[in-house]
């Protein structure tokens, strides 16, 4: 990467460039990154949903996270090996049921 855009130092989790996501602010996207198979990857276990829209998880306690993200990222790979989209599935959860 650093030829492609000069940069010295690129932060990275299994040779994958981390996406824009903080982990700092959601402790669950942190735990995916450092455990899914894809590196990081924020779609392999989407924490952010359960941290931040239905709080069954405080975002910013470590508590809880491991879980969350384990059954998280077995959620996803079930969605990715029956060929359904994740981000149509994510949209559902961030919208209210009218």
Not at 40 to 65: C, F, M, R, W
Request: proline fraction near 4%.
């Amino acid at each position: 990467m650093d030829d492609n855009v000069g940069a010295e130092r690129v932060a990275v989790a299994k040779d994958q460039a981390l996406p824009g996501d903080d982990p700092c602010a959601v402790q669950g996207t942190g735990v995916t990154y450092a455990t899914s198979v894809q590196g990081a990857d924020h779609t392999a276990g989407y924490t952010i949903a359960a941290n931040i829209l239905t709080g069954a998880v405080n975002p910013l306690k470590s508590e809880g996270q491991s879980y969350l993200s384990h059954n998280l990222q077995i959620f996803s790979a079930a969605l990715n090996a029956s060929g359904m989209c994740l981000v149509r599935v994510k949209s559902k959860w961030n919208c209210p049921v009218s």
